[in-house]
């Protein structure tokens, strides 16, 4: 069974440049979530989908962060404009059912670095 | 709110001997708890998980965790450990009483001496 993809692994831009990660969650896995990690700190949930609609985004700075799933498969999350703290690694993770219940299945994640 | 707390930055121990994690945390209800780990340069992956039942929860890789509901802890343990265990770890809980957004702890490296 292929993981979740990430893509790219890496990036390195300039404040206020925007930038944008994909995700592509475990076959047949509703729900998609995407973190940020920042380093010493653990993941914190930005937004999670359940098909292609959202059930939370409470922790998403929506300013500047946006993110779709709009055929309920990949999704994307960008950032525009980037600020110096959002260096960080940005990990989507999936499950089976919404249900809090099931096992995420993480990708490799983006780390991403801002100048 | 919901809060997990990991006390411990770094925990060393000497191959062979038994190794604890710690983990606590905080809800309104009831609570589901995970236990994740972190290889460098990977994301995480599940070892176990809490859910109710009986509070002694076995894992992957030999991991068990002890559900302790008076002291609101879920500690990580192994027997007997690997220097290949060493690694960040990561307790992670889900509020039955809340918005079941996961909330994970700030994490703990695990460094298994040979």
């Known amino acids: 069974e292929a993981g979740v993809a990430q893509s790219p692994r890496y990036k390195i831009i300039e404040k206020r440049q925007s930038v944008a990660f994909w995700c592509n969650p475990i076959s047949g896995h509703a729900t998609l979530y995407w973190y940020q990690q920042i380093l010493g700190q653990g993941p914190k949930l930005l937004i999670q989908?359940?098909?292609?609609?959202?059930?939370?985004d409470s922790q998403l700075p929506k300013d500047r962060f946006s993110a779709e799933r709009l055929k309920g498969v990949d999704s994307t999350l960008k950032i525009q404009p980037a600020k110096l703290e959002d260096s960080a690694v940005y990990l989507c993770?999936?499950?089976?059912?919404?249900?809090?219940?099931?096992?995420?299945?993480f990708g490799a994640g983006t780390r991403l670095s801002v100048l | 709110a919901q809060s997990v707390a990991q006390p411990e930055d770094q925990v060393n121990v000497a191959e062979g001997n038994p190794l604890t994690v710690k983990c606590t945390y905080s809800?309104?209800?009831?609570?589901?708890l995970f236990w994740y780990v972190q290889y460098p340069n990977r994301g995480l992956q599940f070892l176990l998980k809490?859910?109710?039942?009986?509070?002694l929860v076995k894992g992957s890789y030999g991991f068990e965790a002890e559900f302790n509901k008076s002291q609101t802890s879920f500690h990580l343990k192994k027997p007997s450990a690997l220097v290949s265990d060493s690694a960040l770890y990561f307790c992670?809980?889900?509020?039955?009483?809340?918005?079941?957004?996961?909330?994970f702890g700030r994490g703990t490296s695990l460094i298994v001496h040979p």
């Open positions: 992670a809980v889900r509020d039955t009483g809340g918005s079941y957004i996961p909330t």
């Open positions: 809800v309104s209800g009831n609570p589901y």
């Open positions: 993770a999936s499950s089976s059912t919404e249900g809090s219940k099931n096992i995420q299945y």
């Open positions: 989908f359940q098909n292609n609609g959202v059930v939370d």
């Open positions: 809490y859910i109710t039942g009986d509070n």
